[in-house]
């Protein structure tokens, strides 16, 4: 039987998901790659996964979209990993970058650019290198390990986690565990094992893990500003972003 393929981000936040793949009986089954997350998405999209940590704005794109975890990439508040930079106020900008490597936080950035701010800056598409253009009125949107290490070099940061809650007052799904088809329930149990072993096992994690980001706080990222565990609330949550992000884009469309 050949190994069912599993794509996981190659972020700080994911780390506890690969330490419970990788410590788990489940790791001779399938064949484990590490992507940014809008990598992972085309590779979804493609078939050429079968399950993937993606950009939870890539659901409604696949022809099969099966959630197969109770856990995922989540904040209710502050996230730390997905701002806002510039040199100048936000009211000040007139364009901003967003950063190509996830799908949801480019829609989360414009949703609330347009709904939340009430602003219509110059929306640009990037490229490797757009950090550079922060200047001026230019800002950009920094995701995952590029906002942890940068967003302390910029006057002014708005951090999405804490501005959607702001928003809307409901918690944040970023990132879920989907497969692109049906796949065993017993993979299933043993996938969601593996993912429940990694976060229970996040105190191993923090101390390995901060040695490779010595200017990152590790412990109060992982624990305080994401959240690991979809609830029903998270849910709730990932299906009304979902809904407000279709919603903002036929009003933009329109």
Not at 56 to 67: D, F, Y
Not at 234 to 243: P, V
């Amino acid at each position: 039987m050949s190994r069912i393929k599993v794509a996981a981000v190659s972020y700080l936040n994911t780390k506890p998901f690969v330490y419970g793949l990788e410590h788990s009986p489940l790791l001779s089954q399938i064949e484990l790659s590490v992507n940014p997350p809008s990598v992972i998405a085309g590779q979804l999209l493609r078939d050429e996964v079968d399950v993937g940590l993606v950009p939870v704005r890539v659901i409604p794109s696949l022809k099969e979209a099966h959630i197969i975890s109770d856990f995922g990439i989540t904040c209710d508040g502050e996230v730390g990993s997905v701002v806002i930079c510039s040199a100048v106020p936000i009211e000040s900008v007139e364009k901003l970058y967003l950063d190509y490597q996830s799908r949801t936080s480019a829609a989360l950035a414009q949703l609330l650019i347009h709904d939340y701010w009430k602003l219509h800056p110059d929306i640009v598409q990037s490229a490797p290198g757009f950090e550079e253009q922060i200047k001026g009125t230019t800002a950009a949107l920094l995701i995952g390990d590029r906002a942890l290490h940068l967003k302390s070099k910029f006057e002014f940061c708005y951090d999405l986690g804490e501005v959607w809650k702001q928003h809307t007052g409901r918690p944040l799904v970023f990132a879920c565990w989907v497969a692109n088809k049906q796949l065993p329930s017993a993979f299933v149990g043993q996938f969601n094992e593996a993912m429940r072993e990694g976060v229970k096992n996040l105190p191993s994690v923090i101390l390995e893990q901060q040695q490779a980001y010595p200017d990152v706080d590790v412990r109060d990222y992982l624990t305080n500003r994401i959240s690991f565990v979809m609830d029903e609330a998270k849910r709730d949550a990932l299906k009304f972003f979902l809904e407000s992000v279709s919603r903002s884009e036929l009003m933009t469309a329109g």
